[in-house]
């Protein structure tokens, strides 16, 4: 048998997510590699919009997220700053803010109710004309009602932060294994690590296992097969219950013509400084794990995007793109210790995944450092979701 490499971390997933945390492991010195069924970023993350707030419409919606995404939120500036610093790459992060548009007289009452709900929460932003509407984004629609601006927002494209984050990685040393996937786990008492197998995803050969002294599971809406492989009869790991909710998003091409992230009750657009512009997005929880773009979902996006930005007809259309939201029952991600020595999680970020990808890896560090889960993360264990642990021992 040859020699199995031994890690202090392996990462399993290279989402926004398990590259955020590989970095930020990397960058407290320890030795991290990165496992990758195929590569880094080639789901949900590089699907996403990079739209990044803390409170929207409909309201009521993340409120149990709410003191994470401030969090998160907050410390973007400088998530941003350390990635690019070190990964040496632009992530394109724009802090221009978003512009909510009321169109009918119903949309006005929600913007006062958002803006009620904000300041209550001490929250900046601003109620504004119709007029200041037209003057801030001249291309929008005629028609507006009002609107609501919220500077304290910001986008990044999350494209570009996946690669940042990748040569952050290297930067640091964290080594990323693509076309590799974890196919088992188990703990070896005598090495004190994970013994972790793996497969090649191309040739499915059998590839060398590999030990770490911690495991994180960062694969997206795949955690629970990770969680099912590496348990072991006499003692049931605690599946997560997290599964996919389908999201289908337009990316356009062509001439700037919004600054800001404009925001309707039923559609959000951003454009990027290099004139991609964003149509986002569809929640389909009906469609498991389907990854087709339908032509519906395209005509609803367009029409909804043409109502509120005319000039969107002009442009091209360069992608149309689904993703799998990865989410559990409540919504809420899972972030901190998955029960066993060793063995940690973080997932179910469903629609917020790159907002909260900084704070995640912060906070889950932390906890990795201690051994104790930090105040901000006790909302988001996984022993919340016991309900499938109970009915695993009930089977035993
Ligand atoms: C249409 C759409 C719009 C969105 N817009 C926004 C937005 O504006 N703002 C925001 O914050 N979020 C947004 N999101 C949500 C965000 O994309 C997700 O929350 C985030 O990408 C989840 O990241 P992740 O790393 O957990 O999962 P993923 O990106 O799914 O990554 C998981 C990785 O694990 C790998 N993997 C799985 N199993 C294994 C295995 N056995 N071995 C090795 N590797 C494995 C997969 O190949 C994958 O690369 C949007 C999502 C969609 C679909």
Redesign the pocket.
């Known amino acids: 048998m040859s020699e199995r490499e031994t890690w202090d971390v392996a990462v ?8 955020a945390c590989a970095f930020e492991l990397a960058r407290r010195r320890r030795r991290v590699v990165v ?4 590569q ?13 707030s803390t409170i929207g419409l409909p309201l009521g919606e993340d409120d149990d997220l709410f003191p994470l995404k401030l969090d998160s939120l907050r410390r973007y500036p400088q998530f941003i700053a350390k990635v690019e610093s070190i990964g040496r790459q632009s992530s394109g992060f724009r802090t221009d803010g978003t512009l909510w548009v009321a169109r009918t007289a119903e949309d006005d009452q929600q913007l006062d109710q958002l803006n009620e709900k904000r300041t209550s929460l001490r929250l900046l932003s601003r109620r504004v004309t119709a007029r200041e509407v037209a003057s801030f984004e001249p291309q929008l629609a005629p028609g507006a009602v009002s609107g609501l601006l919220i500077e304290e927002d910001v986008q990044v494209d ?1 494209r570009r932060l996946l690669s940042t984050l990748e040569q952050g990685c290297q930067a640091v040393r964290a080594k990323i294994a693509t076309s ?4 088992g786990g188990e703990y070896e008492e005598s090495a004190q690590a994970w013994n972790l197998s793996l497969r090649a995803t191309a040739s499915n050969e059998r590839l060398d296992d590999l030990l770490a002294k911690d495991v994180v599971i ?6 629970d ?2 969680i099912d492989s590496a348990s072991e009869s006499a003692a049931p790991l605690s599946p997560t219950g997290v599964g996919p ?5 337009l990316r356009m091409r062509g001439p700037a013509l919004i600054e800001r992230v404009i925001q309707t009750t039923n559609i ?1 657009l951003a454009q990027r400084r290099d004139g991609e512009l964003i149509i ?3 929640k389909e929880p009906e469609a498991g794990w389907d990854l087709t773009p339908t032509d519906d979902a395209r005509e609803s996006l367009l029409q909804r995007g043409t109502e509120i930005l005319p000039a969107l007809s002009g442009l091209d259309l360069e992608e149309h ?6 989410s559990t029952d409540d919504h809420l991600p899972v972030i901190g210790p998955a029960g066993r020595e060793g063995l940690w999680i ?2 179910g ?9 900084g704070s995640t890896a912060h906070w889950l560090a932390e906890a990795m450092e201690s051994g104790g889960v930090p105040e901000i993360l006790k909302p988001y264990g996984i022993e919340r979701l016991g309900q499938s642990q109970k009915s695993l021992e009930a089977a035993r």
């Open positions: 399993v997933g290279g989402g926004v997510i398990g590259l496992i990758e069924r195929h880094p970023g080639s789901h949900a993350s590089r699907i996403a919009a990079g739209l990044l999350p590799q996937e974890v196919t960062t694969a997206g809406p795949w955690c097969e990770i909710v389908k999201g289908q998003l959000a986002a997005s569809t793109s689904v993703g799998l939201r990865p973080a997932t970020h469903y629609r917020h995944g790159v907002l909260l990808a």
